[in-house]
């Protein structure tokens, strides 16, 4: 033990003497890299009875085979390391509930892991995963799973098999859809999405929580799927610029353009046409007042997933350009 650390020497020799069940040598406080363990005193390995072994905040870039020894231990806690695998023989710590990886450096995850029957409480937060392995979905008395930070682009369906599952947080993935099986995680009450560019379900019945995505898959499930032919124009800009009438022309190629009174507030015109199969596609034509007055309830109305129109008059060159384009800037990129 002479490149350890004298403050974690002394930690283990009383652990030792004492037959302590928990050793703490965890490095969290922000001491330099010196005073942090690079690998695990071979002595901890001697200590079999442990059940609780921290070692978060330290420098381990690998977890030895001789971690199988400590056949006693229900929770390690390995956070804030460098770990960028994991040894199959962690596999053999069979009374393990609690084990966490957060803040490491892991791309994969061995299939051993799906023999850590009694693990309750797994946290892979901010590692590198970008994939997941079906033998996840092995560990059945699971109820707490994160995810978070990782690069995560699809889930397995495999995860319905986590049926005592109740918090699952999947915040700052890359997921795109979720997979229907995971409205069938009956106990699942704490459900973190955000961060995530999820189409499906749409945005807003994501945001509502699970019992609005479980009630999603069950209408799909029920009714099938069927498109919303629909969509919300937004035509902005300063007052004068010619917005009511621009939007006029658009419902009414014929429209005629007489001298428009000053919008005021916020008028819409519904816009539909005939597509191909017969089916009409209607447009929501919103059309803002351009006054300052009106400009503090914009904020109210602009929503994402809509197509917007600046309208400027060059011949008054007064269009704050940055303005218009800073507000629907900033409403779409974080409604």
């Known amino acids: 033990m002479t490149n350890t650390p004298q403050h974690f020497l002394e930690k283990i020799r009383e652990a030792k003497e004492k037959q302590l069940t928990e050793l703490d040598l965890s490095n969290d406080w922000g001491t330099n890299d010196k005073e ?26 690998t977890l030895p085979e001789a971690i199988a020894r400590l056949q006693q231990l229900t929770s390690l806690y390995l956070s804030d390391n460098q770990l960028t695998a ?16 957060s803040h490491n450096k892991l791309t994969t995850l061995p299939e051993a892991i799906a023999r850590l029957q009694q693990l309750t409480s797994l946290n892979l937060s901010r590692n590198k995963l970008t994939t997941l392995p079906e033998a996840i979905a092995s560990l059945q008395q699971l109820t707490s799973l994160d995810l978070s930070y990782n690069g995560l682009t699809t889930l397995p369906e495999a995860i319905t098999r986590l049926q005592q599952l109740t918090s699952l947080n999947l915040s700052g ?30 945005p ?3 945001e509502q929580g ?29 007052g ?6 621009l939007a006029k022309k658009i419902k009414d190629q014929n429209y005629q353009l007489p001298e428009e009174d000053t919008t005021k507030g916020i008028e819409v015109i519904q816009w539909s046409f005939p597509m191909e199969d017969g089916r009409k596609f209607r ?32 011949r008054k060159e007064d269009t704050d350009f940055y303005y218009w384009l800073n507000v629907v800037e900033l409403i779409t990129v974080h409604c």
């Open 173 to 202: 993935n890359k997921l795109t859809t979720l997979p229907e099986a995971i409205a069938r995680l009956q106990q699942l009450t704490s459900l973190y999405l955000r961060g995530n560019p999820i189409e499906k379900p749409p």
């Open 86 to 101: 994991l040894p199959e023989a962690i596999a053999r710590l069979q009374q393990l509930t609690f084990l966490d990886l």
């Open 283 to 314: 447009v929501n034509i919103w059309d803002f007042g351009g006054q300052e007055i009106y400009h503090a309830t914009h904020q109210f109305f602009l929503t994402k997933r809509s197509l917007y129109v600046l309208v400027a008059d060059t």
């Open 240 to 245: 004068g610029a010619g917005k009511t009438t």
């Open 36 to 61: 942090k363990l690079t690998e695990i005193p071979a002595e901890v390995f001697e200590l079999e009875w442990l059940e609780v072994l921290n070692l978060s905040g330290n420098q381990l870039t």
């Open 204 to 206: 807003e019945i994501v």
């Open 210 to 238: 699970i019992e609005a995505i479980r009630d999603y898959f069950r209408q799909l499930q029920a009714e099938g799927t069927d498109y919303l032919y629909e969509a919300k124009l937004l035509i902005v800009g300063e």
